[in-house]
């Protein structure tokens, strides 16, 4: 397995995969199931387009995996406040390569990276019912701090209006 930067030439994989792994763990996903498509732009196309216009903006904060040539996996960081906080990012594996190790490796060279740059801390968020992810954090040494929950209300349900 190769693990690079992300290229331009890999964003209809990128794409691709995001569809097909963050159905059941995107915001965007949820939303659409409760309320239909919203802003004309099905979920999995404003997931893959906000994954994108980061990874161009900072691909020297991405790490992509290849094998045989084929991505099949993302992975990505920000270093904030000062360069003392590193933060995960979005990442995914294909569902076909899932299982692997693929995603666990993915994640120890973001950690890694963001080591070397000399952070003083690490943080990355998950969805509670997001069991694969937990599992690779948590096997990394990350620790929970904090649960959190998504709120949506229809404008027609505001008990104040």
Wanted: charged share 20%.
């Amino acid at each position: 397995m190769l693990i690079r930067h992300y290229r331009e030439d890999d964003s209809v994989a990128i794409a691709r995969i995001t569809a097909a792994a963050w159905p059941e763990v995107s915001i965007a996903a949820m939303r659409e199931q409760r309320y239909g498509v919203l802003g004309n732009t099905p979920w999995a196309e404003q997931k893959a387009h906000a994954i994108l216009a980061r990874f161009r903006a900072h691909p020297e904060w991405t790490v992509i995996a290849e094998i045989d040539g084929q991505v099949v996996g993302y992975a990505s960081y920000t270093i904030a406040l000062q360069g003392d906080l590193g933060v995960v990012g979005d990442n995914a594996v294909d569902p076909e390569w899932q299982g692997r190790g693929i995603g666990a490796a993915l994640i120890r060279t973001v950690i890694q990276r963001l080591i070397d740059a000399g952070v003083r801390a690490l943080e990355v968020s998950a969805f509670s019912h997001n069991a694969a992810a937990r599992r690779v954090y948590e096997r990394c040494g990350f620790k929970e701090m904090a649960v959190s929950v998504h709120y949506t209300l229809r404008p027609e349900d505001c008990i104040f209006s």
